[in-house]
């Protein structure tokens, strides 16, 4: 049997009303859908709950199909009830921002009912994941490492896991000086030789290695520190001659009338896994269920 929920709350309403228009009324449904409703559980069920010849009554089989549903109705509630006010009394999850992150309102948004505060951190003040290390938040943001196997090996025997959560359009920025700036569209060749600014001292593997995963590791590419504190520090920050990755609703960019952004690579979107991690043995079920909530 597959019958829904809802439609067993609808018969309950017609047990009441014993009239097909009435209980359409209550239910904000058509006289007609309400009868097919409730026409169609009788044909899963295999025996008629209704007798329509004696107007709407319910029959004896009816009568005790409704107390039986009434009960099942009662107890799933409250299960409901019990259950969401566990979920409550856990500790709301802390979840890693840095700022401007472009996928995290979108993440947010899957949380339904379960908790959860945002620490700020600056990118440049912990190392990759340490943050988890320390037990100062829950959940990190981050953009996918799987792919480099130090980097995934490295999080494995920290204990830590991970979740892809979705997909970022990225960009490529320069100064309009830049020699590729005055280019109409941008092939990966033309990266090649190129320097690539890196904004964080403390995750600088990582990033190194997030760049050799858009552009390619075959470019010659050279790397300079660039250090911000925030992604919003990208407003003020001075690129010289380097080029530089960002998110492309990253505004700390996109609102410079100094720089240029290629949307594209070779004529194809630029684009990177987005990943949470947090801890795999944490006691706080909710992580866990945010997690799943954020799942892609």
């Known amino acids: 049997m597959d019958m829904r929920l809802e439609t067993l709350r609808e018969f309950v309403v017609f047990a009441k009303c014993q009239n097909f228009s009435a209980a359409a009324l209550e239910l904000h449904l058509s006289q007609p859908a309400m009868s097919v409703h409730i026409a169609n559980l009788e044909k899963e069920l295999g025996f008629q709950l209704v007798d329509r010849k004696r107007g709407a009554e319910l029959t004896p089989a009816g009568q005790r199909f409704l107390a039986g549903v009434q009960a099942a109705l009662a107890s799933y509630d409250e299960a409901v009830r019990a259950c969401d006010e566990l979920v409550k009394s856990y500790p709301a999850v802390r979840i890693k921002t840095t700022g401007d992150i472009p996928f995290l309102p979108d993440l947010l948004a899957r949380a339904g009912g379960i908790p959860f505060e945002l620490i700020e951190l600056s990118i440049d003040s912990?190392?990759?994941l340490t943050?988890?290390?320390k037990e100062i938040v829950d959940i990190s943001t981050c953009y996918d490492f799987s792919f480099s196997p130090h980097l995934a090996a490295d999080a494995e025997r920290r204990g830590i896991a991970t979740a892809l959560v979705g997909e970022d359009r990225m960009?490529?920025?320069?100064?309009?000086?830049?020699?590729?700036a005055s280019l109409s569209a941008l092939r990966r060749e033309d990266l090649r030789g190129a320097t690539v600014a890196i904004t964080s001292s403390k995750w600088y593997?990582?990033?190194?290695?997030?760049?050799?995963?858009?552009?390619?590791?075959?470019?010659?590419?050279?790397?300079?520190?660039?250090?911000?504190?925030s992604p919003l520090s990208l407003r003020y920050v001075d690129l010289g001659d380097a080029i530089a990755s960002c998110g492309i609703n990253t505004e700390a960019l996109t609102d410079r009338d100094d720089v240029v952004l290629f949307d594209e690579l070779d004529g194809r979107p630029l684009?990177?896994?987005q990943m949470v991690a947090y801890r795999a043995d944490d006691?706080?079920?909710n992580v866990h269920a945010l997690i799943e909530a954020f799942r892609a």
């Open 131 to 133: 943050e988890l290390d």
């Open 171 to 180: 960009r490529i920025c320069m100064k309009k000086d830049h020699p590729l």
């Open 283 to 285: 006691p706080n079920p």
């Open 271 to 273: 684009t990177l896994d």
């Open 205 to 229: 593997d990582f990033m190194v290695a997030q760049a050799l995963r858009l552009f390619g590791d075959d470019l010659d590419l050279t790397f300079r520190m660039i250090p911000v504190a």
């Open 126 to 128: 912990l190392a990759p």
